[in-house]
């Protein structure tokens, strides 16, 4: 796949909220997740799937509702592609509000090896 059509198909089934079919589908099983210093509840960095689903697992377990969901689509290069993602969110024990960031995701022979996360989590 080019990153062109891996950032599609990303797009198109993270519309549909098909989290571990994106990474069954489209990530190397070594993928390697990077999230923000300022991040507050997440480990900095996972290599592997497995550890990219305790991570997601671990966001997850501290939402209390997700009131919404949106993204953008894709904007591509040669081998990155990049989304705007955002969640009108309760985390437990917070107040509702919206959380934005922006992904980076770099694609090797047709698999993503690298996503990067860029927010603020003290905003």
């Not at 489209?26 to 993928?31: F, R, V």
């Not at 697992?57 to 904007?75: I, K, T």
């Not at 917070?94 to 698999?111: A, D, L, M, S, T």
């Amino acid at each position: 796949m080019t990153t062109q059509e891996v950032a599609n198909r990303y797009y198109e089934l993270i519309k549909m909220h098909q989290y571990k079919q994106i990474q069954n589908e489209l990530y190397l099983p070594d993928a390697v997740s990077i999230e923000p210093e300022n991040n507050s509840n997440l480990p900095l960095v996972v290599t592997g799937i497995e550890d990219l689903r305790k991570k997601e697992d671990l966001f997850f377990s501290q939402v209390e509702s997700l009131h919404e969901g949106y993204m953008s689509e894709p904007v591509v290069s040669a081998f990155f592609f990049s989304m705007m993602t955002g969640m009108d969110v309760t985390m437990k024990g917070k107040n509702r509000k919206n959380k934005e960031q922006i992904c980076v995701f770099e694609v090797r022979n047709g698999k993503i090896v690298k996503e990067q996360f860029f927010y603020d989590d003290l905003a």
